[in-house]
């Protein structure tokens, strides 16, 4: 690239790719094509946003891109690395291959190009914060209707879906670090076209996009199952599970959908916890329970199956009344240990202790059944509310 007319055309272009555009990489491509030189633009985490040329030396410098972002690398030889930073936000690292001879042309257009990519990608990340509050009002705001939302997303550029499969990604216990949650949410809006993700309160939520003609229900499940074993190889210590839902829900329906999710996943894991994606019809008897039940009958219930070990754990400070409900929802004691977080010893040894409080063996199925009930009932007097279309109650008063 030279002095004159021609080099004033490609930088007139570049700024007009950069102004009309909010496609980064073809930003770098067209900036490589011009300078002759490999480039490479990551995001503030690391995410790749483009690079130029295709082989080994736009390969080359998005790992000088990318460790810029990861290890703070700001000098490696033959790159110029460039924060790209807009109002004291950082925004990403621009990796620039310094050329052995350059003219005024190329330095020029090199000095301008980190500005051109800031501006870019300010525009950008202001679009996708006000999508990302978009969909968190479309999965939280029950008023926010289907007409109201697709006219403000058509003013985003996006095309939102008749109806989607809602899903939540949650963790028993602890949840991990938020930049964990965050990189998940984005990655896993990269694996389904047309899908949606928001953290909210430390969980992600799922949309998966029900088009007409049925994906059936493969799809969202297979997307989900992916979601969690990657959540579950980045942060192994903490236990990741899926809900999803039975079906799709219409999209003025949606938030609906989200909070019957959110509701049962306070009720805890299932049994066969290390199954990565769960039904929301394996939560039915809480459901059923939940609804239709008089609560000062449930209460009661709860007292004439349990009474012995509740006052057992008030006294004495223990919690065998979840060591018993595990025993009671697991097939094997080493897959309701591990939900308890104790040797299978330990756990075998709290539940004989469980069932000698209670005075009873279990060994009929009916009075087994009965204290399973009742346990999930105890749960169930404690925790949140279901939301039943406009009304919100766990049981009868």
Request: proline content about 6%; charged content about 25%; aromatic content about 4%.
């Amino acid at each position: 690239m030279e002095n004159g007319p021609d080099s004033l055309d490609s930088l007139t272009s570049l700024i007009g790719v950069a102004v009309h555009s909010d496609d980064s990489a073809r930003l770098v491509a067209a900036a490589s094509l011009i300078a002759r030189q490999p480039l490479a633009l990551v995001g503030q985490h690391g995410e790749p946003l483009g690079h130029a040329p295709d082989g080994p030396e736009g390969r080359r410098a998005v790992a000088v891109a990318r460790a810029a972002a990861h290890n703070r690398l700001v000098d490696a030889a033959g790159w110029r690395i460039v924060p790209i930073v807009r109002d004291s936000s950082p925004l990403g690292f621009l990796a620039i291959g310094i050329p052995a001879e350059r003219g005024a042309a190329t330095r020029l257009l090199l000095d301008v190009l980190p500005e051109l990519v800031a501006e870019q990608l300010q525009r950008v990340a202001l679009v996708r914060a006000q999508r990302r509050a978009l969909v968190r009002r479309l999965l939280s705001d029950r008023r926010f209707g289907a007409a109201e939302a697709r006219r403000e997303a058509r003013d985003l550029g996006m095309d939102l879906a008749e109806a989607y499969w809602p899903a939540i990604l949650t963790w028993h216990g602890v949840t991990p670090p938020g930049s964990v949650v965050e990189g998940l949410a984005r990655d896993a809006s990269s694996l389904a076209e047309g899908s949606l993700t928001a953290v909210l309160s430390g969980r992600i939520v799922f949309l998966h996009p029900s088009r007409e003609g049925g994906d059936g229900d493969g799809r969202p499940l297979d997307w989900m199952r992916e979601v969690v074993r990657r959540a579950r190889g980045l942060a192994p210590s903490f236990p990741a599970q899926a809900i999803v839902a039975e079906a799709a829900a219409e999209l003025g329906a949606v938030s609906a959908g989200v909070a019957e999710l959110d509701a049962l996943r306070r009720l805890g894991p299932r049994a066969e916890g290390e199954r990565p994606v769960i039904s929301a019809r394996e939560y039915a008897l809480e459901c059923l329970l939940w609804k239709d039940l008089d609560a000062s009958a449930a209460r009661g219930f709860v007292r004439e199956q349990l009474e012995p070990l509740i006052d057992w754990d008030r006294e004495h400070r223990t919690d065998l009344l979840s060591v018993l409900e595990a025993d009671l929802d697991f097939p094997r004691h080493d897959q309701a240990a591990r939900s308890c977080f104790m040797h299978r010893n330990t756990f075998r040894h709290r539940v004989h202790q469980a069932r000698e409080v209670l005075g009873d063996t279990l060994e009929n199925p009916d009075v087994r059944l009965a204290v399973h009930v009742a346990l999930k009932l105890r749960r169930l007097l404690a925790g949140p509310t279901l939301h039943d279309g406009a009304t919100t109650r766990p049981f009868r008063r």
